[in-house]
């Protein structure tokens, strides 16, 4: 079975904060994703990686930046964490055109 | 570019049937279907392919028709575990890799 493990079911950070928010997959898999899903608004796509050292910007990028020096794990950074990016954080991963397989998720607060 | 779902809420008694659909303005590719149950990660149920071909896993199946950029998904003789929210995504390609967009959810809720 495909493992997604995201480092922290949940976390409290203050404003102005440097935020990482750790994932690692044990499959192998070349895509992964970082996803922010809010209540009404679904799943939305920030940042994702085909390969090592390689991402591309998603639909809603801005606040964040992502780092993938090593296949199996790719973190999201934010820069300066601000209270509307609370919110939950699904990581996912994926071979080809497969099925994402996510993580359990962080919900992070803002405060 | 985000799909529309619809309805997006449905309430059902248990045995009843439901359609989830989910249209995009952009030409199609495949469609993934997933469920997400309460506080759990999504769990992907099947991917439709360009071709109008229909697919099944238990009692849930799907459509796709490229044509009007739409899929369906088919609930059948509801359970009470198909309660959840379901999320359609639209595959498209960005930067020689792809990517799924999702729409904003179903939320299905099954009565005993």
């Known amino acids: 079975d495909v493992k997604v493990t995201q480092s922290s079911r949940y976390l409290v950070k203050r404003t102005g904060e440097k935020v990482f928010l750790e994932c690692v997959q044990d499959m192998d898999h070349e895509n992964m994703f970082w996803y922010r899903q809010d209540p009404g608004l679904g799943l939305r796509l920030i940042y994702f990686s085909y390969d090592v050292k390689m991402k591309e910007k998603g639909d809603i990028p801005e606040g964040y930046s992502v780092s993938r020096e090593k296949k199996e794990r790719f973190s999201l950074i934010l820069e300066s964490a601000s209270t509307n990016q609370t919110s939950m954080y699904l990581c996912?991963?994926?071979?080809?055109?497969?099925?994402?397989?996510f993580g359990d998720g962080t919900r992070l607060s803002i405060l | 570019q985000q799909p529309v779902q619809s309805p997006q809420a449905v309430i059902l008694r248990e045995g009843e049937d439901a359609v989830i659909n989910c249209s995009s303005s952009k030409a199609l590719y495949s469609v993934h279907w997933y469920r997400q149950k309460h506080g759990e990660a999504p769990v992907f149920l099947m991917i439709l392919l360009k071709g109008g071909e229909q697919k099944g896993h238990d009692k849930i199946s799907a459509s796709f028709n490229e044509k009007k950029q739409q899929s369906s998904l088919y609930l059948t003789a509801s359970q009470l575990s198909y309660s959840g929210t379901y999320f359609c995504?639209?595959?498209?390609?960005?930067?020689?890799?792809?990517?799924?967009?999702f729409g904003k959810g179903t939320k299905l809720t099954v009565n005993p």
């Open positions: 996912a991963s994926t071979a080809g055109w497969q099925p994402q397989h």
């Open positions: 995504g639209t595959a498209y390609t960005q930067g020689g890799s792809e990517k799924l967009v």
